[in-house]
Every structure is written in structure tokens, then in C-alpha cells.
């Protein structure tokens, strides 16, 4: 009887399709158990809603495993549900094909404990899977802030990489400018230096031609003087020669 309601309930949610949020009454195969369960479609990705799905769970601190196809926390006391130890099976799956695929999340809880009150387990139940539709949006919220975290942290990291290389090659200029300037100085030293050795050339070049008109007068002084001496020889031999 319950597998027959099973798929009566399955067969009705891909005939119409759940809109988000929207949960219904249905059963689920669990090993050779068929218990009652509650389903809801999300308008998410089924990777993030599996993700939220065990996210959620693990928030209980108690163990968590997987069993019969779905996440399940086995013979513990899940206090939101139940005050005594519970079979709690959990399973997020993809429905459907191509555009019309939907994220379907299935939860069902049950226990052999007749003190428990079913209807109010089943109650609670409709109660964890209404808070997952919050829970599954606060999640993806916070991974979009993860990733962005993660993107601010990369985009911060090659502007700082960016400033430090556009910091070096600042300095690249900066030095080079100096560089520049130095040599334009030591340019300018040198332009001094080459006045001041024209200047030096030209004193030089004044001093060689006040130093040829010198040596003119000198030459005509020698050249006089040679003359003096050739005649005074000449005397000299000439009177050598009345003294023999």
C-alpha cells in the first residue's frame, strides 16, 4: 500500500511539477521500508542543494552517513524532530529532463518508539524541510560571498602585483631620469671643460704668435749678428795674414 502511494505521489509531482518552496505528502523506498516522507522542488542547482543538504546536517553535530541512496542520521536523537532516537534519511536529486530537470529534496523520519507522537514527528519534519528552502538560499548566499571573498582576494592580490611592478618600474624611470641628468650634467661639465681648454688654445695660439713676432725680431738679430761675426773673421783673417 505504501509503495503504491509512493509512486501515486511521484507520478502526480512530475505530472504537475512543485513550485518552489511547496511541499507535499509522499513516501519513500528505503531498503525494503516504505515510510511516509515530504518532498519539495527548489529552483537551485542540484550540486548546491546536495551541498546545503549536508551543510544542514553536519550543523546537528551528530553523525552523518550515507545509506540506501540517501544522507542519513541513523538511531540518534535529532532534537528538532524527536526527543528519542530516529531514522532520519534525507536525499536531493535531479528530476526530469532537459529544461524541465528540478531539484526535488525528499526527507523522511521514522521509529519503531510507540511513545513518540508520529504526527507530530511528521509535523516537524514539514517543519526541517520549510526551514531547508530558507537555509538552502542562505547557503548559496553564502557561497556567492565565498567565491566573491575569494575573487576579492585574487583581484586585491594582482592590484597589489600591479602596484608593486608599476612601483618598480616608477623607480625604473626614476632612475634612468637620473641617469639622464647625470649625464646631462657631466655633458654640461664637459661643455665647460671644452670652453675652458678653447680658451686655453686660444691663449696658447696668442702666445705662439706674439712668440713668431719675437722670433723674428731674434732671427734678424742672429742673422745681424752672424753677419757681424762673418766680417769680423774676415778681418781677422785678413790681418792673420800681414801678421805672417
Do not use: H, W
Not at 201 to 226: F, M, P
Amino acid at each position: 500500500m505504501f509503495k503504491k502511494v509512493f509512486l501515486l505521489s511521484l507520478s502526480v509531482v512530475m505530472a504537475f511539477g512543485l513550485k518552489a518552496q511547496t511541499i507535499m505528502e509522499s513516501t519513500a523506498k528505503i531498503g525494503e521500508l516504505t515510510v511516509p516522507a515530504f518532498v519539495m522542488s527548489v529552483d537551485k542547482d542540484v550540486k548546491l542543494t546536495q551541498d546545503a543538504m549536508r551543510q544542514r546536517l553536519k550543523d546537528t553535530k551528530l553523525k552523518v552517513k550515507n545509506e540506501e541512496g540517501y544522507v542519513a542520521i541513523l538511531d540518534q536523537v535529532v532534537p528538532e524532530i524527536a526527543p528519542t532516537p530516529i531514522k532520519f534519511y534525507t536525499k536531493v536529486e535531479e528530476m526530469g529532463k532537459r529544461k524541465d530537470k528540478t531539484t526535488m529534496v525528499t526527507v523522511s523520519a521514522y521509529s519503531n518508539d510507540m511513545t513518540i507522537d508520529q504526527m507530530t514527528m511528521q509535523v516537524n519534519v514539514r517543519s526541517f524541510l520549510q526551514e531547508f528552502a530558507t537555509y538552502v538560499n542562505k547557503y548559496e548566499a553564502q557561497q556567492n560571498m565565498l567565491n566573491e571573498e575569494g575573487n576579492l582576494k585574487k583581484a586585491q592580490k594582482d592590484a597589489a602585483t600591479a602596484a608593486s611592478n608599476l612601483d618598480k618600474i616608477d623607480k625604473s624611470i626614476a632612475a634612468d631620469q637620473q641617469k639622464i641628468a647625470d649625464k646631462k650634467a657631466e655633458i654640461e661639465k664637459y661643455k665647460q671643460k671644452i670652453k675652458d681648454c678653447e680658451k686655453e688654445i686660444k691663449d696658447l695660439e696668442a702666445s705662439i704668435e706674439k712668440s713668431n713676432g719675437k722670433r723674428v725680431d731674434a732671427q734678424q738679430k742672429v742673422d745681424k749678428a752672424g753677419e757681424s761675426v762673418r766680417q769680423i773673421e774676415g778681418e781677422v783673417d785678413k790681418y792673420r795674414q800681414q801678421a805672417q
